[in-house]
């Protein structure tokens, strides 16, 4: 039997420069996709799945994040006065109990792989989750990480999630080499990140959902640089192919939005407001309108 998933890396020391003004004040994992930021979904996620501690690798100019995962005691009792009990009950999933969460400084951008280094002392010699939040995933019934984590199990070693992607656009993610399939289970024999055009083994790509071995932290620790000149988490995991455990992907159950693109953003901004009971009727109702506006052409209509 596999030991249990019970901890998360999330690197969030990037500066969010695709979303600047706004990030110059505020850390990018608190941009909001209707009124939860990215970074509530991505903790979520790891709790349905089980995860009761979270590390954060964060830098300079993110205390905002911090401070949103702490406790407001006037705001709470304030609402407790007029008997907001509605948003007071919303408001508590997003209090982190104390020792439950721990912030790790990145103190140079040296890469994916990098930051998930940072957090090798907290992580020991245990398996662990690396969960990106610029990638919220919708699903239906199971979270994406909770997908893996039950997948995990039978499987062991190492596992990414992994999704189709059109040709022309697997040169910008790691793309695995598929050795068999077994339904939405793939037992990896290579991974290549950022592959040259025309030279992609699939149109698989990993996308930011990770279940790794201790041993791709030892591999972290060698801080050998791959693609772009970082230390690629890619190429930790990829070592890992050969071990007794070996590295799957699975095929998750679900919708993903790149939400580190203000298009992928706003493509999600869409979906999660119309996926919303209290949402759906205006919301559905007003883009209705506004495409009957455009016009056939997109260009709107005249007056």
């Known amino acids: 039997m596999q030991r249990k ?13 695709r979303f600047l003004p706004a990030t110059k004040s505020i850390p990018k994992e608190i941009m909001t996709l209707v009124d939860r930021p990215l970074i509530q979904y991505a903790i979520d996620e790891a709790r349905a799945a089980g995860i009761t501690e979270f590390i954060f690798v964060t830098s300079r100019g993110k205390s905002a994040l911090e401070d949103y995962f702490d406790h407001a005691p006037e705001l709470e009792a304030s609402l407790k006065a007029k008997g907001k009990t509605e948003i007071l009950d919303a408001l508590d999933h997003t209090n982190m109990d104390s020792g439950a969460i721990a912030y790790i400084r ?26 990106l939040p610029d990638d919220v995933i919708a699903t239906d019934d199971k979270s994406c990480l909770q997908q893996m984590t039950e997948a995990y199990e039978e499987t062991g070693g190492c596992m990414v999630a992994a999704m189709e992607v059109p040709a022309e656009k697997a040169s910008s993610y790691g793309v695995l080499d598929i050795a068999e399939q077994n339904g939405p289970l793939l037992r990896v024999k290579g991974m290549v990140e950022k592959p040259p055009a025309g030279e992609e083994p699939s149109n698989l790509a990993v996308i930011g959902r990770y279940i790794l071995t201790p041993s791709v932290m030892r591999a972290l620790s060698q801080k050998k640089t791959g693609a772009g000149g970082e230390i690629q988490l890619t190429d930790a995991i990829a070592a890992e192919i050969d071990s007794e ?10 919708q993903r939005f790149d939400c580190g693109s203000k298009a992928g953003f706003l493509q999600a901004t869409v979906a999660f407001g119309l996926s919303r009971p209290d949402l759906r009727g205006e919301f559905s109702t007003y883009l209705e309108e506004l495409m009957d506006a455009q016009g056939p052409s997109g260009q709107g209509t005249a007056g």
């Open 5 to 17: 998933v019970t901890k998360a890396v999330f690197p969030v020391a990037g500066l969010g420069t």
């Open 106 to 131: 990145q103190h140079r951008a040296l890469g994916l792989g990098h930051a998930v280094w940072c957090a090798n002392r907290l992580i020991g010699d245990e398996p662990f989750a690396v969960i």
């Open 245 to 254: 455990e070996g590295v799957y992907g699975l095929r998750f159950r679900g």
